[in-house]
């Protein structure tokens, strides 16, 4: 592996990804570009169809090559190509384990369409038998209904996997369809006055989303990759969980802030964000 770990990396994935040795890679969490127009600083996210699946078919191969047996691929899509990536990482040799739907409000407006509120998560796998899967991590495990509801003395004391739906706002739930202890999870979307929002980067993933992700598919000391690494979630939650952290990024400007991220958090810090609905979500207004 030419490429070394704890860093981030200027470049372009698909140059970058070349460099990084087979089957050296625990867990893998790509954000790519939509192709949907965003104004990113370098990168043309208006490409033509073809243009575009063949960028991911290239990159998506190397994740496939470098992803050790047992590892996991977590990739966030939206709507315009999520059934086109799904199909593409199966015919790559991936499994799918499972189709997670990230909503959320405050989305973007559309002005011929119903507004956009979610975003999709597919969790891959290279051997469907043989893979990381924490489920009995207590930071990963939620109540039951057997628990909240029925008091059922025959629930599982430790509490249950949460949903592939996963709740972002629960004030837009009618009373008392959610309480903090639901199975199903509450992210914020991180907005402007939010105090994790870095400010350099419009698509900013939570922390909080990404812890889960990396308790239930990774160990400490495993190697996570992120080949977008965009303003750095995904390597500073892997640092703060006390695991290794390789990242790739083709804007210089973002590396040079995603690094000041990094200095400035390290192995043991809370991850930012809330967990729940109960506590609210802190902004830089109080």
Same mark, same amino acid.
């Given at each position: 592996?030419?490429?070394?770990?704890?860093?981030? *990396?200027?470049?372009?994935?698909?140059?970058?990804?070349?460099?990084?040795?087979?089957?050296?890679?625990?867990?893998?969490?790509?954000?790519?570009?939509?192709?949907?127009?965003?104004?990113?600083?370098?990168? !043309?996210?208006?490409?033509?169809?073809?243009?575009?699946?063949?960028?991911?078919?290239?990159?998506?191969?190397?994740?496939?090559?470098?992803?050790?047996?047992?590892?996991?691929?977590?990739?966030?899509?939206?709507?315009?190509?999520?059934?086109?990536?799904?199909?593409?990482?199966?015919?790559?040799?991936? *499994?799918?384990?499972?189709?997670?739907?990230?909503?959320?409000?405050?989305?973007?407006?559309?002005?011929?369409?119903?507004?956009?509120?979610?975003?999709?998560?597919?969790?891959?796998?290279?051997?469907?038998?043989?893979?990381?899967?924490?489920?009995?991590?207590?930071?990963?495990?939620?109540?039951?209904?057997?628990?909240?509801?029925?008091?059922?003395?025959?629930?599982?004391?430790?509490?249950?996997?949460?949903?592939?739906?996963?709740?972002?706002?629960?004030?837009?739930?009618?009373?008392?369809?959610?309480?903090?202890?639901?199975?199903?999870?509450?992210?914020?979307?991180?907005?402007?006055?939010?105090?994790?929002?870095?400010?350099? *980067?419009?698509?900013?993933?939570?922390?909080?989303?990404?812890?889960?992700?990396?308790?239930?598919?990774?160990?400490?000391? !495993?190697?996570?990759?992120?080949?977008?690494?965009?303003?750095?979630?995904?390597?500073?939650?892997?640092?703060?969980?006390?695991?290794?952290?390789?990242?790739?990024?083709?804007?210089?400007?973002?590396?040079?802030?995603?690094?000041?991220?990094?200095?400035?958090?390290?192995?043991?810090?809370?991850?930012?964000?809330?967990?729940?609905?109960?506590?609210?979500?802190?902004?830089?207004?109080?």
């Amino acid at each position: 592996m030419n490429l070394k770990a704890n860093q981030i *990396h200027h470049g372009s994935c698909l140059d970058k990804l070349t460099q990084l040795s087979d089957l050296s890679v625990d867990l893998i969490f790509a954000d790519p570009p939509f192709n949907i127009g965003y104004q990113y600083d370098l990168y !043309d996210d208006q490409k033509t169809e073809d243009e575009y699946l063949d960028f991911c078919k290239s990159w998506i191969s190397q994740c496939h090559r470098v992803l050790k047996s047992n590892g996991s691929f977590w990739l966030a899509i939206g709507d315009e190509y999520a059934a086109e990536l799904k199909v593409l990482c199966k015919q790559l040799g991936f *499994h799918s384990r499972s189709w997670v739907i990230w909503y959320y409000t405050f989305g973007v407006n559309c002005a011929r369409g119903f507004s956009r509120s979610h975003t999709h998560l597919f969790h891959f796998v290279k051997d469907k038998d043989d893979f990381t899967f924490n489920g009995e991590n207590p930071a990963v495990r939620v109540a039951s209904a057997r628990q909240l509801v029925y008091a059922d003395s025959r629930a599982n004391s430790k509490g249950r996997l949460p949903d592939n739906t996963w709740i972002l706002r629960p004030q837009d739930v009618p009373s008392p369809g959610f309480t903090v202890s639901h199975d199903t999870w509450c992210y914020s979307r991180v907005a402007g006055t939010f105090k994790e929002r870095e400010g350099f *980067h419009g698509c900013q993933m939570p922390e909080q989303l990404l812890g889960l992700i990396i308790r239930i598919s990774s160990n400490p000391g !495993d190697l996570v990759v992120d080949p977008f690494a965009g303003s750095g979630t995904t390597l500073a939650v892997a640092k703060k969980l006390g695991r290794q952290y390789l990242g790739v990024e083709l804007s210089k400007d973002y590396v040079s802030r995603i690094q000041a991220r990094l200095d400035g958090c390290k192995a043991g810090d809370l991850l930012d964000g809330t967990d729940g609905p109960s506590s609210g979500v802190p902004t830089s207004k109080g």
